[in-house]
């Protein structure tokens, strides 16, 4: 602010002073408020890019967390899964090894019995009618000693399964031995085996009696209900990486949401006294004899599918 007179040196008065000093007062104050509040301004913004700065590493480590945590829940799940897994299996064991010490104090009587017999029927083999009547008494108990044989067989650990077998001629030897089976209950057998499936290694007649198993169980759900005309049992089979997966579906009643968890458990049995709950035990532990994996589910329009995962043979080891 500027006043000037260069010919009166009293041209100004203490009033004009005044009026000089409350102007410029109120001007640098107005020019101090300015400045405040710049720097008000700047150290505003300042904070703003800083608290900007910290939310974004904040949700960079709250993604980390989250992915972490669902990483936690996977491993956690796969160690739940296997334990029941484990579970099943120590149950499993721990049937089959009962079944095996019943099946083996039955074979010693057994043993007995036959030779018996074979005395008797050479010592009244002139009488026909009772020959005939030993016979047919040591037809019944040959067929109880081969039962007994099977299931001391099926428990013997590290029994021979040492050779490469194609599990489509499993299949379709099976379903040729079912054939009769599935026609007088008019069920349509669909197979959908590739020729060219890498060899597992295995016991055919255990791997012949899972899927004799499965189809049986099949055919017992398709009779469940007949009004459905639709009476299908699918298997397929394929390679899967490593493995070969063969699959079992059929157009039955499915499996029970209940259930679903206790199929594989030994005298599980839906079927009140038309069952004893042992096919499936029986396929579990043939399966995991041979290193593999059986599952159960239900397909999402109706019936059930029974998937076996077997390794596939690798020679170089
Ligand atoms: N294909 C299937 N569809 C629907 N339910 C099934 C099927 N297969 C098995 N299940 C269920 O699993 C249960 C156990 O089967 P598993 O073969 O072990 O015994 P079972 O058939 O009842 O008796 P068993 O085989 O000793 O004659 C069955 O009772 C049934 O509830
Ligand atoms: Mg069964």
């Given at each position: 602010?500027?006043?000037?007179?260069?010919?009166?040196?009293?041209?100004?008065?203490?009033?004009?002073?005044?009026v000089?000093?409350s102007?410029?007062?109120?001007?640098?104050?107005?020019?101090?408020?300015?400045?405040?509040?710049?720097?008000?301004?700047?150290?505003h913004?300042?904070?703003?890019?800083?608290?900007?700065?910290?939310?974004?590493?904040?949700?960079?480590?709250?993604?980390?967390?989250?992915?972490?945590?669902?990483?936690?829940?996977?491993?956690?799940?796969?160690?739940?899964?296997?334990?029941?897994?484990?579970?099943?299996s120590?149950?499993?064991?721990?049937?089959?090894?009962?079944?095996?010490?019943?099946?083996?104090?039955?074979?010693s009587?057994?043993?007995?019995?036959?030779?018996?017999?074979?005395?008797?029927?050479?010592?009244?083999?002139?009488?026909?009618?009772?020959a005939?009547?030993?016979?047919?008494?040591?037809?019944?108990?040959?067929?109880?000693?081969?039962?007994?044989?099977?299931?001391?067989?099926?428990?013997?650990?590290?029994?021979?399964?040492?050779?490469?077998?194609?599990?489509?001629?499993?299949?379709?030897?099976?379903?040729?031995l079912?054939?009769?089976?599935l026609?007088?209950?008019?069920?349509?057998l669909?197979?959908?085996l590739?020729?060219?499936?890498?060899?597992?290694?295995?016991?055919?007649?255990?791997?012949?009696?899972?899927?004799?198993?499965?189809?049986?169980?099949?055919?017992?759900?398709?009779?469940?209900?007949?009004?459905?005309?639709?009476?299908?049992?699918?298997?397929?089979?394929?390679?899967?990486?490593?493995?070969?997966?063969?699959r079992?579906?059929?157009?039955?009643?499915?499996?029970g949401?209940?259930?679903?968890?206790?199929?594989?458990?030994?005298?599980f049995?839906?079927?009140?006294?038309?069952?004893?709950?042992?096919?499936?035990?029986?396929?579990?532990?043939?399966?995991e004899?041979?290193n593999?994996?059986?599952?159960?589910?239900?397909?999402?329009?109706?019936?059930?599918?029974?998937?076996?995962?077997?390794?596939v043979?690798?020679?170089?080891?």
């Amino acid at each position: 602010m500027v006043t000037q007179s260069y010919s009166d040196a009293d041209h100004f008065d203490k009033t004009d002073v005044d009026v000089f000093a409350s102007v410029s007062d109120q001007v640098a104050m107005a020019i101090e408020r300015k400045t405040y509040e710049m720097r008000l301004k700047e150290a505003h913004d300042a904070l703003e890019m800083r608290i900007r700065r910290r939310t974004n590493a904040l949700m960079k480590i709250n993604r980390r967390l989250e992915s972490e945590i669902r990483k936690q829940e996977q491993t956690e799940n796969i160690l739940r899964e296997s334990e029941a897994r484990l579970i099943q299996s120590e149950r499993l064991a721990a049937t089959g090894q009962l079944a095996a010490s019943i099946a083996h104090e039955i074979n010693s009587p057994l043993q007995g019995v036959t030779s018996l017999l074979n005395v008797m029927r050479r010592e009244y083999g002139r009488d026909n009618q009772l020959a005939g009547d030993l016979e047919l008494v040591q037809g019944a108990f040959t067929s109880i000693s081969k039962t007994v044989k099977n299931l001391l067989d099926l428990n013997r650990p590290g029994k021979e399964k040492n050779r490469p077998v194609q599990i489509q001629e499993v299949i379709t030897q099976t379903a040729a031995l079912v054939k009769a089976y599935l026609k007088d209950n008019h069920v349509r057998l669909e197979l959908d085996l590739p020729a060219a499936l890498p060899p597992i290694m295995g016991s055919p007649q255990e791997l012949s009696q899972v899927f004799m198993n499965l189809i049986t169980n099949s055919v017992e759900s398709l009779n469940m209900d007949p009004t459905y005309s639709d009476r299908r049992i699918a298997i397929e089979a394929q390679t899967a990486g490593e493995q070969v997966e063969v699959r079992v579906t059929d157009t039955g009643i499915g499996i029970g949401a209940e259930d679903i968890s206790r199929v594989f458990d030994a005298f599980f049995t839906s079927k009140k006294t038309m069952g004893m709950g042992v096919g499936l035990s029986i396929c579990h532990r043939i399966i995991e004899g041979h290193n593999g994996t059986i599952e159960a589910r239900n397909l999402s329009d109706r019936g059930a599918v029974f998937t076996i995962r077997l390794p596939v043979n690798d020679p170089s080891t």
